[in-house]
Nanobody, 126 residues
Framework: QVQLVESGGGLVQAGGSLRLSCAAS????????MGWFRQAPGKEREFVAV????????YYADSVKGRFTISRDNGAGTVHLQMNSLKPEDTALYYC???????????????????WGQGTQVTVSS
């Protein structure tokens, strides 16, 4: 019942920055957190960052901590992922996701999330 649309992906050189956005629509009143995952060809989908509405709790994967920042537009149904100091290993299809009712593991697991966007491609060249 939650529709998610990502945007902002593209091609950037190593060390550069991109800002991803995810717009949520539908029955978003029950949404309590939103997160970002990524998946590179031949690899499993992995957690990147999540923000929970309650107290604004934020969790990052160790691989992006200090470089990526997740944020939410208050009342706008939109989350962002500011990605700085990008590395070639950040290249992946980035997905926005909303967790199922209840809670999610730390670090969040893709199976904890029930709604997904279509993904936006991020390619970092060396």
């Amino acid at each position: 019942q939650v529709q998610l649309v990502e945007s902002g992906g593209g091609l950037v050189q190593a060390g550069g920055s991109l800002r991803l956005s995810c717009a949520a629509s539908g029955r978003t009143f029950s949404t309590y957190a939103m997160g970002w995952f990524r998946q590179a060809p031949g690899k499993e989908r992995e957690f990147v960052a999540v923000i929970a509405w309650q107290r604004g709790n934020i969790y990052y994967a160790d691989s992006v901590k200090g470089r990526f920042t997740i944020s939410r537009d208050n009342g706008a149904g939109t989350v962002h992922l500011q990605m700085n100091s990008l590395k070639p290993e950040d290249t992946a299809l980035y997905y926005c996701a909303v967790p199922r009712a209840g809670s999610f593991a730390v670090p969040p697991d893709p199976s904890d999330f029930g709604s997904w966007g279509q993904g936006t491609q991020v390619t970092v060249s060396s």
